[in-house]
């Protein structure tokens, strides 16, 4: 079955620090895709990612990092120098059919 | 490109009367879902179009639910007659290469 499991229900750190949310993934498909969203404040989705099952190499842009390893399972997203600005709620999510199944969110608190 | 456009952005109303959603998704997308998020149930997925075409509405509720889209560029999510838990943030999203595009959601108050 596919499934996403965000374990962190909510994390607190302190501006600057650096900060890795964790999504492990259950799959039957042998190729797919995974996305991570930001719900800042505010409430809206925020699309930051796609990946490919079949492209392992770490992605980058700026501050954030992703990295996917199908060895474990695993989707985490790591935020570098972390801001105010990132205090949201982090969704990882996985494709079912032509559905989006979404986990349950981790939200994440940045403290001045 | 204009986003995903949905209203009325907030809505309150009393039980029983009838709510209607909309939604506008991004032009030349073909895939349209609808949302719901509350805090005890997260994310979940009502029911989703292909081509105006509705695929899966496995996840709506109850009868009281219906969603229609009568052309590419409109869609509706109406609950009649409305329950104070149907409370939620309602969210459209529209799709043409996998990744989702939301619109900034519609709150609904049932009282």
């Known amino acids: 079955a596919q499934k996403v499991t965000q374990a962190q229900t909510e994390i607190s750190v302190v501006e600057k620090e650096d900060v890795t949310l964790d999504c492990v993934y259950e799959?039957?498909?042998?190729?797919?895709?995974l996305f991570w969203y930001k719900q800042p404040p505010s409430g809206e989705l925020v699309f930051l990612i796609r990946?490919?099952?079949?492209?392992?190499q770490n992605e980058i842009s700026g501050r954030y990092s992703w990295n996917f390893q199908k060895s474990t399972s695993s989707f985490n997203f790591t935020i570098t120098a972390s801001q105010v600005v990132d205090s949201a709620v982090y969704f990882c999510a996985l494709p079912r059919d032509d559905k989006i199944i979404f986990g349950k969110g981790t939200r994440l608190h940045i403290l001045p | 490109d204009a986003g995903v456009i949905q209203s009325p952005r907030h809505e309150v109303t009393e039980m029983g009367q009838e709510v209607t959603l909309r939604c506008k998704p991004i032009?030349?997308?073909?895939?349209l879902f609808w949302y719901r998020q509350t805090m005890m149930r997260g994310l979940e997925l009502l029911i989703y179009?292909?081509?105006?075409?509705?695929?899966?509405d496995s996840g709506m509720p109850e009868d009281r639910f219906s969603a229609k889209m009568p052309n590419a560029s409109f869609s509706t999510l109406k609950i009649q007659p409305s329950e104070p838990r149907d409370s939620a943030v309602y969210f459209c999203?529209?799709?043409?290469?996998?990744?989702?595009?939301f619109g900034e959601g519609s709150r609904l108050t049932v009282l």
């Open positions: 799959t039957r498909d042998t190729t797919y895709y």
């Open positions: 179009f292909n081509n105006n075409v509705p695929i899966d």
């Open positions: 999203a529209s799709s043409n290469t996998g990744e989702l595009f």
């Open positions: 032009s030349g997308h073909d895939y």
């Open positions: 990946r490919n099952s079949f492209d392992e």
